[in-house]
């Protein structure tokens, strides 16, 4: 049974389009029945279109399959007053989905990702978590990819803001237990006996998804294709608790030992 990430795992953070491997790991699930969810952290698109675009590139996942963190957030924060912060699109989504945003007086403060938060959106949110607002991101990666370059991800702002603060945060997205436990439920439909002991999980993020799912009792896969080209580059920066079980180039790679 498997949980698979999506950027830099399935898909390339470069063009979007899949990785060497993807579509021929994800068929093989298909065809032999193995039970596994795809678990994106996606906030950029709704949740049908990112699936249908990926979908519509070759991968071929059942929406049964599928689980990102706007499908979730309605049940872990209220739709009033939230102060959200990250994509134009994102921010187009919340309001699609009932959100009302209010950067005046809100009661949370949303985190999501994009490469150009400015310093006055940093005082901001500063401002509004000092108030006594909520703060919330929608998942906690650790680095954002974009165009060759790496960015503080929303997990590295989240940290920021609670040094700056003394906040503390909730996260909507992997690796929160929320998350996994929703994605935990949509494998049990396919196998009820699921539990998280009989899961290998698939990211190029050792730290925001593989550590959190390592607590949990999961087997880790690092993947070398998304945001490290080298294990060098942080494996040995680990704690002997974070480190992978297995480390691979790539999903193709990872199938040649199935």
């Known amino acids: ?18 990785i060497r491997g ?38 071929n996942i059942p929406a049964s399959h599928y ?34 945003l209010d950067y005046e007086s809100p009661k949370s403060v949303l985190i999501a990702i994009k490469e150009d938060f400015s310093a006055d959106e940093y005082a901001q949110m500063i401002g509004f978590l000092l108030q006594g607002s909520r703060l919330v991101g929608m998942h906690e990666t650790t680095l954002y990819a974009k165009n060759g370059k790496r960015y503080p991800g929303v997990g590295a702002i989240l940290k920021m803001l609670e040094f ?26 396919q196998y009820s006996a699921a539990g998280f002991k009989g899961i290998t999980i698939i990211s190029d993020d050792v730290k925001g998804d593989l550590g959190g799912a390592k607590e949990l009792g999961m087997k ?26 297995k480390v691979y180039t790539d999903i193709h790679e990872m199938m040649e030992e199935l």
């Open 220 to 245: 880790t896969v690092f993947v070398l294709s998304g945001k490290y080209s080298h294990a060098d580059e942080i494996i040995p920066l680990l704690d002997k608790a974070q480190q992978p079980d």
């Open 22 to 59: 993807a579509c021929q790991f994800i068929d093989h699930l298909n065809v032999h029945h193995i039970p596994y969810m795809v678990i994106t952290n996606n906030t950029k698109r709704t949740s049908n279109d990112f699936l249908s675009y990926l979908n519509g590139i070759g991968l």
């Open 1 to 18: 049974m498997y949980f698979i990430d999506v950027q830099g795992t399935l898909i390339d953070d470069l063009h979007k389009q899949p």
């Open 164 to 189: 700056a603060t003394s906040a503390s945060y909730d996260v909507v997205g992997k690796p929160s237990r929320a998350f996994y436990n929703a994605a935990l439920n949509g494998l049990q439909k």
């Open 67 to 100: 689980l990102d963190p706007l499908m979730i957030l309605e049940s872990m924060l209220p739709k009033e007053n939230v102060a959200a912060y990250g994509s134009e699109s994102f921010l187009r989504i919340l309001e699609m989905q009932g959100y009302g």
